[in-house]
């Protein structure tokens, strides 16, 4: 909600070229000072607690232009006189004060160091306004190479939106731009001309009509939000909306679409408390309650804003009308709605804290495909259905990418990351088990960023094994691990090939059409079976692959 990112492997699949901001992200391997200004936790970053933004924002979509203001209000942690604020060029900083005085800035790239004159005593709350303008960077092919999206809608109004996952929300407004650390609560004032309206993240708490006819949408969030989650959406837009009886209670649910499509959305929506029902039951309360929840339709195929999530995906079924794996199940559903609102559990409400561990946003989300086919089809519907995903998977590179210098891992981190996540289903062998496993990462982790280590080791230990081997063949190998057997008489004789050192991971086999446990390791082992004649295959919902021998050695 990758940035939606919308599967990357998915996309090679489709014949689809234009892999952006994951390309521009994941395939390099030279970093420069600029990728560690942006992605590590810096001196200049690591002495202040972001606590709050108040961002104002005048659009003029004829210049493609913007200015305002962003009040960063923040707690020091310890004393310091420096501080990081990033903007992405063209966009450029005016002035910085703190308390009615202008600041020092020295600017080194996209990277802005604030010397501030006032003493940072620990413990107190201080507050800077950056005040910006410019034209900022047009998304080439959003969400994937983002930026703003200035497009025009059947009736030739405007139809504006942001996205900048990976690419960073630097790229049109000012903010500590790194995924460690979300504000604890914004606003956003957005002024945009007459006839038009601007729909953003929480809530709307004030409509403004200012003396040029035009009018400021102020928005609120109460809760913690990531930066890359922050969004304008500008368009023609009407409304409808439904109360759903939650987990929580009553939950608002608006929808934001162009004039000309309100008949064809209220019908097509549906899918959205459908969604809700489903992701409710498998991963616990939607993590937003006091913000809503609202889909906002956009130029682009969508991703997942919080509170705000994107859709654009043209009123079908499937992706763009295709199914992903190829099973008939993918038809089931917008993937849109149910992807990108997925994200609001993964990526919204448990975020990484470094965009290497990415795969907890997408191979969750990726999974939550199947989950929503669970919940109304049933577990043949949902195995069918990630089990054709693997057709997208490239097994390339390792999906967690490089720390501290914004780098994201493989694209398989969709559908491969979902296909580790169903074999770990398996292995619980337990589905209200897995269920209670999946609904308590999202209390355990509860509106917090997260590491790699917090979500394996909170797996490992409610499944009670170590399962440290698993985690490192899936998330930081390319290969597939390999069950090679042999038959000889009556006994069968089988290890692990093709794996990590230490590999050891159970597997459910067929014996006969009957189902049974081994435990493979990278050691010869033996079964004993029925009978000479007896046929041997492995239960297609463990991903992995299996070779038989003359003989092993």
């Known amino acids: 909600m990758k940035r939606i990112h919308m599967i990357i492997a998915a996309l090679i699949l489709l014949g689809t070229s234009q892999l952006a901001t994951a390309q521009l992200l994941t ?3 030279q970093f420069t000072r600029q990728d560690s200004l942006r992605g590590s936790i810096t001196p200049e970053r690591a002495w202040w607690d972001l606590t709050y933004y108040d961002l104002v924002v005048k659009v003029v979509p004829e210049d493609k232009f913007i200015s305002g203001s962003n009040t960063i209000t923040y707690k020091v942690l310890e004393p310091y006189q420096v501080m990081q604020i990033d903007l992405q060029e063209p966009m450029k900083i005016l002035s910085v004060t703190q308390n009615n005085k202008e600041l020092e800035v020295v600017n080194e790239g996209n990277a802005h160091f604030i010397t501030l004159e006032e003493k940072q005593p620990v413990g107190a709350t201080k507050a800077i306004i950056v005040t910006f303008e410019g034209q900022p960077r047009e998304a080439r092919n959003a969400p994937w190479d983002g930026g703003f999206s200035w497009k025009k809608d059947a009736n030739g109004k405007h139809f504006i939106a942001t996205s900048n996952q990976g690419l960073g929300a630097s790229v049109w407004w000012p903010n500590k731009d790194h995924m460690y650390q979300e504000v604890d609560g914004m606003t956003m004032s957005i002024n945009v001309p007459a006839g038009l309206m601007n729909i953003s993240n929480g ?3 004030d409509t403004e009509i200012q003396e040029d006819g035009s009018s400021t949408y102020t928005w609120e969030v109460k809760n913690p ?5 922050v969004n304008i959406n500008i368009g023609d837009y009407v409304n409808f909306s439904e109360v759903y009886e939650g987990e929580k209670g009553p939950l608002d649910m608006n929808y934001y679409v162009l004039r000309d499509h309100l008949e064809k959305a209220k019908t097509h929506f549906k899918d959205a408390p459908k969604m809700m029902k489903a992701f409710e039951h498998w991963f616990g309360p ?4 006091e913000d809503s929840y609202k889909l906002v339709e956009v130029p682009y195929l969508g991703m997942e804003h919080q509170s705000s999530v994107t859709y654009g995906n043209q009123y079908g079924n499937g992706y763009l009308g295709r199914d992903l794996s190829g099973s008939g199940w993918g038809m089931k559903f917008d993937f849109i709605i149910i992807h990108e609102s997925g994200h609001e559990w993964f990526a919204n409400n448990i975020t990484d804290k470094d965009i290497a561990d990415m795969w907890i946003h997408e191979s969750f989300t990726a999974y939550s495909e199947s989950l929503f ?6 577990k043949k519907a949902s195995s069918e259905y990630v089990i ?6 490239n097994n390339d590179r390792p999906i967690i990418g490089d720390y501290d210098v914004n780098h994201e891992g493989s694209g398989d981190m969709y559908y491969k990351g979902a296909n580790l996540l169903h074999t770990l289903r398996q292995i619980t062998n337990d589905d209200k088990k897995w269920r209670q496993i999946l609904r308590g990462l999202n209390s355990e982790f509860y509106h917090e960023t997260v590491t790699t280590a917090q979500i394996e080791n909170y797996i490992s230990d409610q499944m009670g094994l170590d399962l440290d081997p698993v985690f490192d063949q899936y998330l930081r190998d390319i290969r597939i691990p390999k069950l090679e057997y042999s038959i000889s008489k009556n006994k069968m004789y089988y290890r692990w090939n093709n794996v990590v050192d230490g590999f050891e991971m159970p597997l459910q086999i067929l014996i006969d059409g009957e189902k049974t446990w081994i435990t493979p390791t990278t050691k010869i082992q033996k079964l004993k079976l029925p009978s000479k004649t007896s046929e041997f295959d492995i239960v297609e919902d463990f991903y992995v692959n299996y070779k038989k021998k003359e003989k092993l050695k």
Not at 286 to 289: H, V
């Open 27 to 29: 395939n390099k391997k």
């Open 203 to 205: 809530r709307l708490i």
């Open 225 to 229: 939000i990531n930066n890359y989650g």
């Open 286 to 289: 939607y993590p937003f309650y």
């Open 373 to 378: 086919l669970d919940y109304y089809y049933g």
């Open 388 to 393: 054709g995903t693997r057709r997208s998977i």
